[in-house]
């Protein structure tokens, strides 16, 4: 329930912020949107350059779910 209430918290904000962004005007409060992992909710250790957290990219990248992605050995 408190991830659910975080998650739609979160998108009001990023689009509040897009939105101003789209008029010309200054951010209001810009510290508060951060970025959440989409599959579990997670706002640490996030990546952006997959858009998820690192535990969610470990379980997918293990499965082989995400393209490119394969596991070291050396």
Do not use: D
Request: net charge positive; hydrophobic share 30%; with cysteine.
């Amino acid at each position: 329930m408190a991830r659910t209430a975080l998650k739609v918290k979160n998108q009001k904000r990023k689009a509040r912020a897009t939105r101003q962004h789209a008029q010309g005007k200054k951010i209001t409060n810009s510290t508060k949107v951060y970025n959440i992992c989409p599959l579990c909710g997670k706002n640490g250790s996030y990546m952006r350059k997959f858009e998820m957290c690192r535990i969610c990219f470990r379980e997918l990248a293990s499965n082989g779910k995400i393209m490119g992605v394969t596991k070291s050995s050396w």
